[in-house]
């Protein structure tokens, strides 16, 4: 009965989050306008990331077994 009520108390403690939209702390305001930019990036354009921060996964999968290609900065220890 104790593992049920943990469950669904975790549950509905998972379940509740704000889907509000962020705004800076009262008093506070978004950082300077970044040098060169044109206008100044709201808190929606600061949590994006760009291409390099979260690259594109690749899922190229091997069909068949093949040999490695030598590899030449594969040495010997010395």
Do not use: H, N
């Not at 593992?3 to 300077?32: H, M, R, S, Y």
């Amino acid at each position: 009965m104790r593992i049920v009520a943990a469950l669904t108390l975790a549950a509905l403690l998972g379940a509740c989050g704000q889907k509000a939209k962020l705004e800076p702390v009262a008093g506070q305001d978004l950082p300077p306008k970044p040098f060169g930019a044109e206008t100044q990036p709201d808190a929606a354009d600061l949590l994006a990331l760009d291409p390099q921060a979260a690259p594109d996964r690749s899922v190229e999968l091997r069909t068949r077994s093949e040999e490695r290609e030598d590899d030449p900065f594969d040495l010997p220890p010395e």
